[in-house]
């Protein structure tokens, strides 16, 4: 099986995979404090005293996620997640976030990390542990998820639980998490600002079109429409107002 352990690295840690069955892991295996730890005989091989070897079924549970059709979703700032990652916005969180998201259907055993309150719906799992949810990521995606059902792809919860799962000590995960959140939360915001450049780049993109108009009283009015060229469905008149919001009814373009 495949899981995750810790290497030093200059000047942080670097999470690898390891085949446990392999002799490979005691040679390359580093986490913090790693000269000080024998290593022991598992299920899986040889590993460090003090780490325990269990199943996902003992310390991790796939809660079902809940039925939300694209027609009831409201819009709002919560992000909907399918099994291949955000598919829509509600306003009214299923679960609080930071969470972890795992496909069900379709996209077997896709993994999604999520930083705000989200709504899963019913073509995933959600992650419920108390081990810390960035290690969980990472074990996570190193997991091997098998499909059950050749005709409808489909994760099987039973088979997911029986696969190994190897768990360092309390002090070594909090120190984990200590290294990989500031990081994490780094890659968010360069992420956001990388957004908000493109935003700025897109927002000086734009053309100004004028016309007349004639109602249908005969009477002729300006008309000034400035669109952003990056996206065709941003338009506005001179007082920053929707390009058909507040003309007269049978009003014309000329």
Known sequence: GVDV?????????????CDWSSDVCSSDLRFPGHEDVALVDSPLGPIP????????????????????????????????????????????GLVAGPGIVVGRKGNVGSVHWVDSDFYPIDTTFYVVSELPLHYLVH???????????????????NQAYANPLVVPPIPVLERFVEVVDPMTR?????????????????????????????????????????????NRDLKFDYEQRNLDVGLPAGARRR
Request: net charge neutral.
């Open 5 to 17: 352990f810790f290497s030093r690295r200059k000047p942080a840690y670097e999470i690898k995979e």
């Open 49 to 92: 005293e003090g780490w325990e070897v269990g199943t996902l079924g003992q310390r991790v549970e796939l809660a079902y996620g809940r039925a939300l059709r694209a027609d009831d979703r409201r819009g709002g700032d919560i992000p909907v997640l399918g099994s291949s990652g955000i598919v829509g916005w509600h306003d009214d």
């Open 186 to 230: 780094l890659v968010r915001n360069l992420r956001d600002q990388n957004a908000n450049l493109r935003l700025t780049r897109d927002l000086h993109r734009w053309q100004a079109n004028f016309d007349f108009l004639q109602t249908a009283t005969g009477n002729w009015t300006f008309r000034l429409e400035v669109s952003l060229m990056d």
């Open 139 to 157: 074990n996570l995606r190193q997991q091997n998820f098998i499909n059950s059902d050749a005709a409808v792809p489909g994760l099987n919860r």
